[in-house]
């Protein structure tokens, strides 16, 4: 197989990640455990120093060992030099500065690649969104990665798979090879607004299930508030163009399985939080890391009011948030007093319900009568 350079490389292959937090970190291991050449960009010096010169990034991975390969460094330019692929994992609502300060130094062919699971507040923007309004790179050349990722998890070499998605299936590929290790398994797909979707939404219905979590509900609220969140998560992105198969493989279902069971989560531990009372100004506090979660509720009902998708749990996670709906009051069988005339509560009969039935038929087919794996994740 090729790239627009000439034969394919993921041994050696040059590759940037910014951004060395958990899963910058993380996936920074992945990728120099699968063979390519890995530079780290970490914004405070003593974090790049920890890095390079200990193998550690102590704050965000303790007790994980890093390849002894792995370089990092605080300087953009020195990150940027020379990288055929530039991996990002900074906060969202970080991207679009970020992106203005890689812009002099990225080398002209790159493939650049988000990893980050967020939209922009003030646009409601996905990730790969904002990249391509402010890189100038085309389109073919941006690639997205989601899935079932608990970073630490992976850290600890424990076996895993994501999907690569981007609009060019050969853009996709080329990620996928680099981005590929024996205990990492990246499958790819072409649907770029389910992938990256799958990564937002979930953090919010993970959100509901630990504030249901905190105030004291037990696995049937939790799995009421799960089956029916992925009826909204799969809603709301085939409005925004998305297939449903996408929701239904290992950027929906898979990483909402993963992010609601999880302790480790901290979209999930952020609601547990609010479920046992806090207000949201302490759980802000008390979070060290990026919970996305909370930024991404106000402009996902936005974007879900324009297309006039209804998201019962959304809103309720929004309501607890403002402090206006007491966490043991949410109704997990998740219906609101604004819902459309005309949509019915039963499971499965209401726009997307059917949509994401048609999704599980089609999954359920290719795997009863072969022809490819369960959701539109290919190998
Ligand atoms: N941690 C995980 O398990 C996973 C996280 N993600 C996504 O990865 C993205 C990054 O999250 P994490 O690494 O987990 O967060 P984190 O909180 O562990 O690390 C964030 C990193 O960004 C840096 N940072 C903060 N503000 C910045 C700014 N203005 N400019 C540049 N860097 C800045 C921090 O110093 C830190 O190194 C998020 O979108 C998250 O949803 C995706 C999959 C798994
Ligand atoms: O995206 C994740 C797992 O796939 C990480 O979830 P949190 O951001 O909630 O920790």
Redesign the pocket.
């Given at each position: 197989m090729k790239t627009r350079n000439g034969p394919r490389k993921p041994h050696g292959t040059r590759v940037a990640v910014l951004g060395a937090g958990s899963w910058g970190t993380t996936f920074a291991k992945i990728l120099a455990d699968g063979g390519a050449d890995v530079m780290l960009w970490a914004r405070r010096p003593e974090l790049a120093r920890e890095i390079q010169e200990a193998q550690r990034n102590s704050d965000y991975l303790p007790g994980i060992n890093l390849p002894r390969g792995l370089r990092s460094t605080s300087r953009l330019d020195l990150a940027l030099a020379g990288a055929e692929q530039v991996y990002i994992s900074v906060p969202s609502q970080s991207l679009r500065d970020n992106l203005e300060a890689i812009t002099p130094h990225l080398h002209a062919d790159a493939i650049v690649v988000s990893l980050m699971?967020g939209v922009e507040k003030a646009s409601g923007l996905r990730m790969s969104q904002v990249i391509a309004e402010v890189l100038p790179i085309d389109e073919s050349r941006i690639a997205v990665i989601s899935?079932?990722?608990?970073?630490l998890e992976i850290a600890k070499e424990q076996p895993t798979a994501a999907v690569v998605s981007s609009s060019s299936l050969e853009t996709a590929q080329a990620v996928a090879s680099v981005s590929r290790n024996r205990y990492f398994h990246s499958f790819v797909n072409t649907d770029v607004p389910g992938t990256e979707f799958g990564?937002v939404l979930k953090?919010l219905i993970?959100v509901a299930i630990g504030i249901v979590d905190g105030a004291g509900y037990g696995e049937n609220t939790k799995a009421s508030i799960l089956t029916r969140g992925l009826v909204e998560m799969t809603d709301f992105s085939v409005a925004y163009g998305a297939q449903a198969e996408t929701l239904s493989g290992l950027a929906g279902l898979g990483?909402l399985i993963?992010?609601c069971q999880s302790p480790?989560?901290?979209?999930?531990t952020a609601g547990r939080l609010l479920g046992q009372g806090y207000h949201l100004k302490d759980v802000v506090e008390r979070m060290q890391q990026?919970?996305?979660?909370l930024a991404s509720v106000g402009p996902i009902l936005e974007l879900a009011k324009a297309k006039g998708v209804a998201m019962p749990i959304v809103e309720q996670v929004r309501q607890v948030l403002a402090g206006t709906l007491a966490p043991r009051d949410i109704a997990p069988h998740l219906t609101t007093d604004d819902e459309p005339q005309g949509e019915r509560t039963n499971d499965g009969q209401a726009q997307g319900g059917s949509a994401l039935r048609r999704a599980f038929k089609r999954a359920f087919d290719q795997l009863r009568y072969g022809g490819g794996s369960a959701g539109g994740d290919r190998p």
């Open positions: 699971k899935g079932p990722n608990l970073a990564g953090n993970a990483d993963a992010t480790l989560s901290r979209n999930n990026t919970t996305e979660g």
